[in-house]
């Protein structure tokens, strides 16, 4: 027994040496699935399901990887990874590379085997779904779980009805009858229901079984014909129901040692005609037993107690049986290897005590010897001889009736009188006859050890010269020319033996085992004398075929001699077809009908028959080509005519050209072991056989040596595309490199760049910092030189208004009084001019301080910048020459201390520029004090005017004083007006009342006015020099 652990690997071999089932066991192959983790573990396989051709067999474990097995190719495939447990699979849709699987989340999905890929995802239940049966044709089918069971069309994916039920009443089952258009659902309570398909209309129900013998039915099992339901549940007992007649018609009781039924499954059979016999129980055990369902025999056991089975599934051709084991493995058995034992003949139960005298049997009867045991008699009386002769006529009554019985209760004689009766034999049987008649010894251990020889060497490239489309027929053909082959060297190099073989391979595919005993009956009985001219068709038999149709057409046979026309061409390719390409599937089947059961001379009347019945369009045929043509396809003809011709053939054509009195009667295959054929001359087979293995061993010698040149070709094509791709990979190193240096440079420069225009702006920040900082400085000065000159003007009025008389009192208060408001104005202005000064210089810091942030940023950015392009300069230092280098930082500071020197002229010529400024300015300061010293003789001679005015007034007080006052407007008009104090003189007189009253004040006042005055001239002395040193400061 072989092992295969499927491990982490997605495909690979099922085995690696062929395998060779024991008798005892049976076990082709078990499979096991550990995994390779840091924590080793079994993954269990829960379901198995074969596919439509017995062939492939797909699996699942309980973390939802999903293996297809093909059985024929020796290859597994992991074809999904569901990552959940599967609890139900199906193989046999109507594509072929589809499956069907339902999860634990209670879905079930479609994937296809070939694409891996998802086809669809059905929901509907609310249970796990533990059954999944399908419709012969593959176009619906039936998940059922234990609350409901639901009808799926596999076209559209979409659910056609459901089936609900009552809590109470659970179900057990509902599932499809193989190839009928009937549902069978199976309930917890003993009922069985039948409904049609298409309209769900319930069809019967199966009656209660008898008390007696009532069990809870819990598996079910149903033939391949539909006939007969097994059914068995928590007991050793299992019914049998007949489903035609609606009742329950045998009862069997297994061993003792059953106690429960797990699962029922029948063995099929190729050629019990779908009534399977063989049922294999699966008891609690772990054991399944195979037993015959009308004889109540046990036949075989499979699993033991020790290695027991979970599961079991057998292929629909009833090869293999897929069992899944209690420790989560899987075992496939060959069902050949199990009842090789029973497929063995039984003991011959008649001895031969006599043989009968040569003298009284014919030469055609040697074949047969079926009276060749007689039993002694004990002595007769001598009046005894008339009822003597009656034994002998009897005996050879007896003769006759042996020889036209076959196997399985049928008689040839009554096959033919049906046959002529009705033209052929009922479709439904006729491979059951076709077996009895041919007498297929069914030799299965002879079959598979020609079929383990493998493919014959002839046969390897069999599709290229037949490229048949379906690949499953181009297999069965290819493996049962090897087993011709193999049987007989001749078959090897028999060029039309695919012709020969094909018909009955495309019949018998899916059994081949009879296909080949089928072909290997034809060859030795209808075939004879074919190979005694081998390579060259047979003469002899196309010379028979030639004298009967000069018998019974002499025009047709002289109409193909005038346009020579042998029978290698209007009789051969007929034979070596065996009329496949001139007939239909029926019209084949209803020749071979009358050909399988007749003489095998029958095959060649029926060539002659073929050509009599044509030979309207035969004869105006003239040209080779269309003759060719006629014989190569299909005719316009009759085959009940064709037949009918034959029949009358075999009657009417004399001894002396009958081909029966030269082809031996029908002999069927040996039991056991196949019969040696060597009816061709071996002498000439094995010469070709020579050269061709001479031929075979210089091909390969020529293959070797054009491989050998191929593979040096190769390398040396290899190694240019290698240097090819190295020079390239150099090629594109050094652009890269030439790239990068190309980007360094160009970062070089941008960052030389960056650093001009940093030092460019910090540039203009400095000098745009000087500018604000001298205008605010004149700005001050100015303001400061402002408010000393008022002031000054103001101490000058004050003290030339005491110094008047004692009459002016009155005008020197109102004076007071209006130097106190002016006062009052003066200190408000001061204090916003201050103010002002100081939102000046606040301003002026923040914008300093955003300027010296800026500054800083941009110097760290500098830094950064630096330090970033010291990193790559280091780098490029080491790839450069530093000379290079060094000369390059020398032109750089050359070039800086040139543009210094530039920025340090520009600075010298803007120096010289501000001085020229400085002297305008100061130009302008000495103009404005010449203009505010003839303000002040203006003032003061105004003054003077007012005072004189006053004392003239004091003593002529009636005085006229219209004209004055125009006087003085004129005088007025003459001078600036640079003091509100005159005008408030002149346009308030009123304000002489005030000034009488403040006399007094003024008076205590008056000194203490003096010695301010004195202060102050001595503050704006000194701030006069500071201002005359601070040009002198600013230029060193």
């Not at 048949?468 to 193999?486: E, G, M, Y």
């Amino acid at each position: 027994m072989q092992s295969t652990d499927l491990g982490n690997k997605e495909s690979g071999k099922i085995w690696h040496r062929k395998p060779s089932p024991a008798t005892r066991d049976g076990i082709i192959v078990n499979i096991i699935h550990n995994t390779s983790d840091y924590h080793p573990k079994v993954l269990r396989f829960l379901n198995v399901a074969f596919d439509g051709t017995g062939d492939c067999l797909i699996a699942g474990d309980h973390q939802g990887n999903i293996y297809v097995f093909d059985l024929y190719g020796n290859r597994f495939n992991l074809v999904q990874r569901t990552a959940q447990a599967c609890t139900a699979l199906a193989f046999n849709l109507r594509r072929k590379s589809e499956f069907l699987v339902a999860l634990a989340d209670y879905s079930i999905k479609c994937f296809d085997t070939v694409t891996k890929e998802l086809v669809s995802w059905m929901r509907g239940h609310e249970s796990s779904v533990f059954s999944i049966s399908v419709h012969a044709s593959g176009k619906y089918a039936i998940t059922t779980s234990s609350d409901t069971a639901q009808l799926w069309d596999l076209d559209t994916f979409q659910r056609k009805r459901k089936l609900n039920i009552r809590q109470s009443v659970g179900i057990q089952k509902v599932f499809f009858l193989p190839l009928s258009n009937t549902i069978l659902s199976c309930f917890k309570d003993n009922s069985i229901f039948a409904w049609e398909c298409d309209t769900l209309f319930c069809k019967y129900q199966l009656p209660a079984p008898p008390e007696s013998s009532s069990i809870l039915y819990k598996v079910f099992a149903v033939t391949r014909d539909g006939r007969i339901l097994a059914a068995g549940g928590k007991s050793n007992h299992l019914h049998l129901w007949c489903l035609e007649a609606r009742q329950l018609f045998r009862i069997i009781q297994m061993p003792t040692k059953v106690r429960a039924i797990r699962h029922l499954e029948f063995l099929p059979d190729s050629f019990d005609a779908g009534s399977n016999q063989v049922l294999g129980v699966l008891s609690q055990d772990g054991i399944m037993r195979f037993i015959n369902i009308q004889t109540c025999k046990l036949l075989f056991e499979i699993g033991s107690l020790d290695q027991g089975i979970s599961s079991s599934v057998i292929s629909p051709h009833g090869r293999y049986i897929a069992s899944i084991m209690e420790n989560g493995s899987l075992n496939v058995y060959s069902v050949q290897a199990l009842t090789q034992e029973i497929n063995k003949p039984p003991l011959p139960l008649v001895k031969v005590i006599e043989d009968l005298p040569k003298k009284k049997l014919s030469s055609s009867d040697l074949k047969m010897k079926v009276t060749s045991g007689r039993v002694q008699q004990p002595a007769k009386p001598r009046g005894s001889k008339i009822q003597t002769r009656i034994l002998k006529q009897d005996l050879t009554g007896d003769f006759e009736s042996k020889k036209n019985e076959l196997p399985d209760g049928l008689n040839k004689k009554r096959l033919q009188i049906l046959l002529k009766g009705y033209g052929e034999y009922p479709t439904k049987y006729r491979m059951f006859i076709w077996r009895s008649l041919l007498q297929l010894p069914e030799n299965h251990t002879a079959f598979s050890s020609l079929i383990d020889k493998g493919t014959h060497v002839t046969f390897l490239n069999l599709q290229k010269k037949y490229p048949i489309k379906s690949r499953k027929l181009l297999r069965v053909l290819q493996r049962t020319l090897s087993a011709l082959a193999h049987w007989s060297v001749i078959f090897s190099d028999t060029p039309y033996l695919p012709l020969l073989a094909f018909p009955f391979v495309k019949l018998f595919q899916n059994n081949q085992l009879i296909c080949f005993e089928v072909i290997a009956t034809l060859i030795i009985n209808w075939c004879q004398h074919w190979f005694e001219y081998f390579p060259n068709p047979p003469i002899n038999i196309l010379s028979m075929i030639e004298n009967v149709l000069a018998f019974h057409d002499k025009e047709l046979l002289r109409h193909f001699i005038d346009h020579d026309i042998t029978s290698q061409l209007y009789a051969w390719p007929l034979l070596e077809t065996v009329f496949s390409e001139v007939l239909t599937r029926e019209e084949w089947l209803k020749l071979f009908d009358n050909i399988f059961s007749n003489h095998p001379s029958f095959l060649l009347m029926t060539v002659v028959a073929y050509n009599i019945c044509s030979r309207v369009p035969l004869l105006n045929c003239n040209l080779k080509d269309d003759f060719e043509f006629f014989f190569h396809h299909r005719n316009n003809l009759d085959i009940n005519v064709v037949i009918r011709q034959v029949y009358h053939l075999m009657e009417t054509t004399p001894t002396d050209i009958h081909p029966d009195s030269m082809l031996n009667v029908f002999v069927a295959l040996t039991k056991g072991q196949y019969p040696v054929f060597n009816q061709y001359p071996k002498f000439i087979v094995d010469y070709q056989t020579q050269e061709r293995e001479r031929i075979r061993n210089d091909e390969l010698d020529y293959l070797r040596e054009r491989q050998t040149v191929e593979d040096m070709q190769a390398e040396v094509d290899q190694q240019r595309v290698e240097d090819e791709a190295w020079y390239q990979k150099q090629e594109l190193l050094r652009k890269a490199e030439e790239t990068r240096r190309e980007m360094l440079l160009q970062e070089e420069e941008k960052i030389i760049q960056q650093r001009q225009r940093l030092a460019a702006v910090k540039r203009e920040l400095q000098v745009k910092e000087m500018h604000l900082q001298d205008a605010a400085r004149r700005r001050f000065l100015k303001l400061q030189q402002d408010q000393q000159e008022m002031e000054l003007r103001r101490l000058d009025d004050e003290i030339g208004r005491k110094n008047l008389t004692e009459n002016q009192a009155a005008v020197a208060k109102e004076m007071r009084a209006d130097a106190d408001a002016h006062r009052r104005k003066v200190d408000l202005e001061e204090h916003m001019f201050h103010k002002l000064i100081e939102a000046g210089e606040t301003q002026s810091q923040k914008t300093q301080k955003v300027i010296k942030e800026n500054l800083a940023k941009a110097e760290q950015a500098c830094l950064n910048t630096d330090w970033q392009i010291q990193s790559l300069h280091k780098q490029k230092c080491d790839d450069l020459q530093r000379n290079k280098c060094y000369q390059e930082v020398a032109k750089l500071l050359r070039e800086n201390r040139r543009k210094e020197i530039e920025i340090l002229n520009a600075m010298v010529e803007q120096e010289a520029k501000k001085w020229k400024e400085a002297e305008g300015k100061e130009f302008c300061l000495r103009s404005a004090k010449k203009a505010s010293a003839l303000s002040d003789a203006s003032r003061k001679w105004f003054l003077k005017q007012e005072i004189n005015a006053a004392v003239e007034h004091a003593e002529n007080p009636c005085h006229k004083e219209e004209p004055r006052f125009q006087n003085e407007q004129e005088d007025a008009s003459c001078l600036p007006r640079t003091s509100h104090l005159n005008d408030s003189s002149e346009m308030h007189p009123s304000t002489q009342i005030s000034l009488n009253r403040r006399a007094v004040e003024w008076d205590t006042t008056e000194q203490n006015l003096i010695q301010k005055v004195r202060n102050l001239r001595q503050r704006l002395t000194a701030q006069a020099r500071h201002r005359c040193q601070t040009p002198h400061l600013l230029a060193a």
